[in-house]
């Protein structure tokens, strides 16, 4: 089971990836972005159960907030970048 989602995480990974280089606007690599977070998340939930440490769901929990951060930051610039009458 966890084989199974590892591999279709790794292949929304590597959509994600697609997205964030040949997406045509910054809207598309913001939410793949935002994909890559999950992914990462997934990973380290599944690495815990795999493993049985805890500590990887307090990276997971970690890599949520950063990623939360970023998306906001990214989103914010790009607004700004088009509404220069709004600064």
């Not at 590597?14 to 999950?38: H, N």
């Amino acid at each position: 089971m966890i084989l199974l989602l590892l591999l279709l995480t790794t292949l929304a990974g590597l959509l994600a990836i697609c997205r964030l280089v040949k997406g045509p606007s910054q809207a598309d690599r913001i939410i793949a972005l935002d994909v890559l977070f999950a992914v990462a998340i997934a990973w380290c939930v599944m690495a815990a159960l795999s493993y049985g440490r805890i500590l990887f769901l307090d990276l997971a929990l970690v890599l949520a907030l950063i990623g939360f951060v970023a998306t906001v930051a990214w989103a914010r610039l790009i607004d700004d970048s088009e509404n220069p009458e709004s600064l």
